[in-house]
């Protein structure tokens, strides 16, 4: 480490060096292996004004965050008090006045720098994301990816941005100027987590604005790294700062500060609404808001017609369905089949699920906590009770804390589901599917948009015509067809109804970050 970091008090600095070494599943479980079960030797802190640092408040409380395949206490992490927080806002809003004013090139350096050194340790950040957060090293070595791919393009996208100019009938040439919004928030979930904080991160200090940002604290290990990571890569002090703790102390207090002229928030409906609430106040401040999504998965009869389009339409329906165990926001978790193909389809896409996803052949991770268990098990309970057919899966055993049993759930595949259900109706988040006939493309349609919300489909068919008819009318922020989780990062991403406000990517991400007006000068 360089010589900076003798900053860093000689405890965290001793753990960060440990941690970082742990660039492979053996060391870190070598690493991680003595730990007591009872106690957490590991505390995470923060990273604030370019430094690894514990919060100085005396009524700081402590989280403990477990590993989801062992049920083991892993580490603890701050809950990081209203008055740290501000601290951490003003050194971002410090920070803002040097960061704004820094030209696009020397901003892009530093993104570049960023997504080089993630590139370098991209093998650390997976096995310390597939144990942090259940995911399987395969799918976590993706997200690292796409975690790289997020610096990567916003350093090349701010040196190639266009802005509009007009001519006002003779009279005036008008242009368009942006510049910086200010200090955000960037609250992210526990599902993806370096992936979902770097999509935030990476375009808010590209558009030059500065940030303090709160990782999940179910999953915050990721971000303790990329803390670690950004300090080695240069980036000025106070441009990221990273706050652990919970939503309701720590979280609140980021978003509710009148320092932060914007939110950038991915999770669940619930928090959006209270975000709403909480900045309703303050009009000036840019909200994003990608929550909760319940996607259906339209098969149409034709996508079965041969042996080559029916494994296409089965391999992708069930990637759709159960990749990192179903806690995607994306997954269709809805799958609706035309009725002459529908037995056909639940019996190959049960004997698919079996082989490929069953918990225990590399291709399913542990859900991400006890808490996140007991309710996926309670809607499991849920279609025990209301007489559901399960085709593949069953009710998982009661855990409780400290069993140091892992949280693992089989993929379960549900039908004869009322329309009315919750299983139906609600986010349930996890390795859970139902199937349902249809007969009419118009009733897919209905099926498919009965719901409160509207984040993304998948649209399996053969015809191009229905592609383009169907995908028009499906009440979606994003439509994949034929295909599933297919990303281009200056594309808009977000939900319609109660999936969201916003959009994020490219031109829309630029909107979020930044505030514009319109210059007039006489012709």
């Known amino acids: 480490m360089d010589h900076s970091e ?3 008090p000689k405890d965290i ?10 660039d492979t599943i053996d060391k870190a479980t070598t690493f991680i292996q003595p730990m007591p079960s009872q106690s957490a030797p590991i505390a995470l802190p923060n990273y ?10 005396p009524s ?5 965050s477990f590993e989801p395949k062992t049920g083991r206490l892993l580490y603890s992490l701050p809950c990081t008090q209203p008055n740290d927080v501000e ?9 803002f006045r040097t960061w704004s004013k820094t030209s696009r090139s020397e901003r892009s350096r530093h993104l570049r720098r960023v997504s080089d050194l993630l590139q370098e340790h991209r093998e650390l950040f997976a096995v310390w994301e597939s144990i942090d957060q259940g995911k399987t090293l395969e799918r976590a070595r993706i997200e690292v ?8 393009y916003f350093s090349t996208y701010i040196l190639h941005e266009q802005t509009a100019a007009r001519m006002a009938d003779g009279v005036a040439l008008t242009y368009e100027h942006r510049s910086p919004a200010g200090v955000f928030a960037l609250i992210s979930p526990w599902n993806m987590p370096l992936y979902l904080l770097t999509w935030k991160i990476a375009p808010c200090i590209a558009f030059g604005c500065t940030a303090v940002a709160k990782p999940s604290e179910i999953t915050s290990m990721s971000a303790y790294l990329l803390g670690i990571l950004l300090q080695k890569a240069g980036l000025p002090p106070g441009v990221v700062n990273i706050v652990l703790g919970d939503g309701a102390t720590t979280g609140a207090a980021l978003v509710a500060s009148p320092l932060i002229e914007g939110v950038s928030f991915t999770g669940g409906t619930a928090t959006g609404i209270a975000i709403r609430r909480a900045t309703a106040h303050q009009i000036r401040k840019h909200l ?3 929550l909760g999504g319940k996607n259906p998965t339209l098969i149409f009869a034709d996508a079965m017609a041969d042996a080559s389009t029916r494994k296409h339409a089965i391999r992708t329906a069930a990637s759709a369905a159960f990749e990192n165990q179903g806690e995607i926001c994306l997954c269709g978790s809805r799958i609706y089949v035309e009725r002459s193909v529908y037995e056909p389809f639940v019996d190959a896409f049960t004997l698919y699920v079996r082989d490929k996803y069953s918990v225990g052949k590399g291709s399913m991770g542990a859900v991400a906590s006890l808490q996140h268990y007991n309710k996926i098990r309670g809607y499991l309970q849920l279609a025990v009770e209301e007489n559901a057919t399960f085709r593949l899966g069953a009710v998982p055993p009661m855990l409780r804390e400290n069993s140091n049993q892992g949280y693992w759930i089989e993929p379960t595949i549900l039908t004869d589901v009322a329309p009315a259900s919750a299983l139906q109706k609600d986010e349930i988040f996890g390795p859970v599917v139902t199937i349902t006939p249809f007969d009419t493309e118009e009733e897919a349609i209905r099926l498919a948009n009965a719901s409160e919300y509207g984040l993304a489909a998948v649209l399996l068919t053969t015809d191009g015509a229905r592609m383009r008819r169907v995908g028009e009318q499906i009440e979606a922020g994003l439509v994949w067809v034929n295909c599933w989780l297919v990303r281009e990062l200056g594309t808009p991403f977000g939900g319609m109804k109660n999936s969201g406000t916003g959009r994020e990517g490219g031109e829309y991400s630029r909107d979020v970050f930044t505030v514009v007006r319109t210059l007039h000068l006489p012709a």
Request: charge should be negative; glycine fraction near 2%.
């Open 6 to 8: 003798e900053r860093w």
């Open 13 to 22: 600095r001793d753990c960060a060096n440990a941690i970082w070494s742990c």
């Open 48 to 57: 604030v004004a370019g430094e690894l640092r514990l919060p100085s408040s």
């Open 60 to 64: 700081t409380t402590y989280i403990d």
């Open 87 to 95: 601290e951490a806002i003003q050194h971002a809003r410090s920070a």
């Open 145 to 152: 990816d796409r975690a790289i791919s997020n610096f990567s």
């Open 288 to 290: 994003s808001l990608e």
